[in-house]
């Protein structure tokens, strides 16, 4: 008797491998200042590949990249990651870096660092079949004014006779570091790869807090000394149309302050760790954000490292926000956020 055929079950089966790709168009985006390579804390190299393994991370911003003794950081982290059977690709930059999981189709300096006063790296990952134009910042660290609003310079450090809270001349100050300018080139090179369909994600270090931040809620907080003011980088992003993944998720400053620097380190003396030792220096100047283009979804982020920070030359709990800690030695002076995405056509 000749068997009735059963399309469902070959249907099923045929459907099979594009249910599983489905289930699985997550991945993970890692932010990660990695303080001069890891090379200022013992072990430091060998943190940064363990927490690159135990974030899970699919694409990994680094900052601080300096090709010490004429190497190429991104090879040797692809080849410490591969010893541990990961495998990552990455090209060869400076100040910033990317690696991924997933082929790069392009990789390239999009605002070449020019005597370390910030880069944007740009490389074009094919994930799933679909384009996503990864960027990788590190902003200029001098001209860094929320210092001055804390009594010290932004530039070397020293305290002021006064903390300098006028807005005009703190926005003023803050422009000679050109990070405006480096948000300028990077949402200019954004369009271009919207317009050609692919989505974009930047990661980085921006030496400059969100405007989010630095709210009428906030203005009597962390030595902010009454002030509420803009700026400049983080405005110029949402006003281009880019979401800050950790307020999207958490709103509220005051909840939920969200400080990634500075961070504490129990192998590296606190002296050395604050650039205000008077002052409550905690902010937020990492950041993950990406462009709503209806494509990507926005599931989960979260602030890696340490929970204890620097608050006035002293050790402090940080008890408002959940951090993914660190399993060992943790080899940097700042904490890291980890972004988790899915494309919208895939199922839950």
């Known amino acids: ?56 991370a699919d694409l990994v911003a680094l900052s601080e990249v300096r090709n010490y003794k004429n190497t190429d950081f991104g090879k040797r982290l692809v080849k410490a990651l591969a010893i541990h059977g990961k495998k990552f690709y990455s090209g060869k930059s400076y100040d910033t870096g990317i690696i991924s999981r997933y082929p790069i189709e392009s990789y390239s300096e999009l605002y070449p660092c020019k ?63 050109k990070r405006d300018d480096a948000i300028r080139v990077f949402i200019e090179d954004a369009k271009k790869e919207l317009k050609n369909g692919n989505s974009v994600i930047i990661g980085g270090d921006f ?19 009454g002030v509420v003011i803009e700026w400049e980088c983080t405005k110029l992003l949402e006003e281009a149309g880019f979401s800050d993944c950790y307020r999207v998720k958490y709103p509220d400053p005051v909840k939920n302050p969200g400080f990634t620097f500075p961070s504490y380190n129990p192998d590296i003396k ?25 494509k990507l979804s926005l599931e989960d982020v979260i602030i890696v490292g340490p929970d204890s920070t620097i608050l006035k030359s002293h050790l402090y709990i940080e008890k408002k926000d959940i951090f993914s800690k660190p399993s060992g030695v943790w080899p940097t002076d700042h904490k890291g956020l980890l972004s988790v995405f899915k494309f919208k056509n895939s199922k839950k």
């Open 115 to 177: 005597g370390d006063h910030g880069s944007i790296t740009k490389a074009v990952v094919n994930i799933y079949n679909k384009k996503i134009a990864f960027y990788s910042a590190h902003l200029d660290y001098l001209n860094c004014s929320y210092y001055l609003v804390r009594g010290y310079s932004g530039t070397t450090w020293e305290e002021l006779p006064a903390p300098i809270t006028d807005k005009a001349e703190l926005l003023k100050d803050s422009r000679v570091s």
């Open 207 to 225: 030496n400059e807090p969100s405007h989010r931040d630095w709210t009428k809620e906030t203005k009597n907080s962390y030595d902010h000394n």
């Open 270 to 294: 606190i002296s050395k760790l604050t650039w205000a030792p008077k002052a409550d220096e905690r902010e937020r100047i990492d950041f993950i954000f990406f462009y709503d283009d209806g």
């Open 1 to 56: 008797m000749k068997k009735k055929y059963n399309y469902k079950f070959h249907l099923f089966i045929l459907l099979l491998p594009l249910i599983g790709y489905s289930k699985n168009m997550e991945f993970k985006v890692f932010q990660f200042n990695i303080w001069q390579e890891g090379t200022v804390i013992t072990g430091g190299f060998n943190a940064i590949v363990e927490e690159i393994i135990r974030t899970d």
